[in-house]
């Protein structure tokens, strides 16, 4: 997978199947577009391109509101190439964008940069100056650069429509398990390895220690979660496309706090392995790995002595150990 920008050269002959949008998440709704694309795409022997924006439109729109995201960019990278996109075309939302109307960004992104033949979109999706025009206007410009413009259904969870919102409010209260059905796979952190204290292996539970996320990154509360680890075969690095994409998932209990039984620790993750295996390697200090949040097992607690944190553990890895049997 390739992440332009408008200043990236591309093929002269390129012709792409795209879709559009913040694809904050990319939860069942989203992945309904980019998989459609994708294999519209290959069924035409042409390219797949997600076109998404940074910052979100809603921070520059809205300034007021706060605006945490489920994935930043580097994240939404790493699950985009997972679903086999070709292209990420990442656009700067300024204020200059966003004054474009819906038939420049169809003249001069979609079809101009890109070479699009056809443009999977949601139910409801508009673009260009105050998402002015309409939907009907928008089909006929597309099709007037010859794109056609194909509309998939909305994602449904419960009686509402599955969103990055419904979803960023269930991961805030901790609520890891519902939030990962309208995500339709665990929730995801792209999290950096630092060097820990050895706490974990002094009382039985060793542990690999990672750094808080920034980038307004929506975490869940602090507390222990059942979770996977995927740990690339190379080594790789904190940005997008640092990681090699041959992995391997080992469950585990992770933790989120600031170990209230000690003193002095900021915020980070500790993840324990429910089982060693030696065909994975301990990834580096600095190098970044996916951490991958199934269930949420119980809050933070700050215990009187150390032997009591040493047999709460012992029974969050045996709940933590049953839930993935």
């Known amino acids: 997978m390739m992440v332009i920008t408008e200043k990236d050269a591309l093929p002269p002959n390129l012709r792409t199947v795209v879709t559009v949008g913040n694809f904050d998440g990319v939860h069942l709704g989203h992945t309904r577009l980019i998989a459609s694309a994708v294999g519209l795409a290959r069924s035409r022997g042409h390219s797949s391109a997600v076109v998404t924006f940074e910052p979100h439109t809603r921070s520059v729109l809205y300034p007021e509101l706060s605006t945490k995201l489920l994935t930043p960019f580097a994240e939404k990278a790493v699950l985009l190439e997972k679903m086999g996109v070709d292209y990420v075309f990442r656009i700067n939302f300024d204020d200059a964008f966003q004054r474009m109307s819906q038939e420049e960004f169809v003249e001069k992104v979609l079809f101009g940069r890109l070479g699009a033949t056809d443009w999977v979109m949601g139910e409801g999706h508009l673009v260009g100056r105050g998402r002015e025009g309409g939907k009907k206007n928008l089909h006929f410009v597309a099709g007037k650069y010859h794109i056609m413009v194909l509309t998939e259904p909305l994602e449904v969870a419960g009686e509402a429509p599955v969103s990055s919102t419904r979803i960023r409010g269930l991961v805030s209260e901790g609520r890891i398990t519902d939030a990962s059905a309208m995500l339709g796979r665990p929730y995801f952190v792209l999290a950096q ?8 292996t002094k009382i039985g ?6 750094k808080r996320p920034g980038g307004g990154k929506v975490i869940p509360p602090s ?9 690339a075969g190379d080594a790789g690095n904190a ?4 990681i090699n994409t041959q992995t391997k998932k080992l469950p585990g209990a992770l933790y989120f706090g600031d170990c209230p039984t000690y003193e002095g620790r900021d915020t980070h993750f500790e993840f324990h392995a429910l089982s060693y295996d030696n065909s994975v390697r301990e990834p580096e200090v600095g190098e970044s790995v996916y ?21 709460q553990i012992a029974a969050d890895v045996n709940n933590i150990n049953t839930y993935f049997l």
């Open 291 to 311: 951490l991958w949040l199934h269930k949420y097992i119980r809050p933070d607690t700050a215990f009187p002595a150390e032997d009591a944190l040493k047999a």
């Open 223 to 231: 507390g222990v979660y059942a979770a996977e680890i995927e740990i």
């Open 205 to 210: 539970f060793p542990t690999l220690n990672f």
């Open 193 to 200: 390895r630092t060097a820990g204290v050895k706490v974990g």
């Open 239 to 242: 940005d997008c496309g640092g």
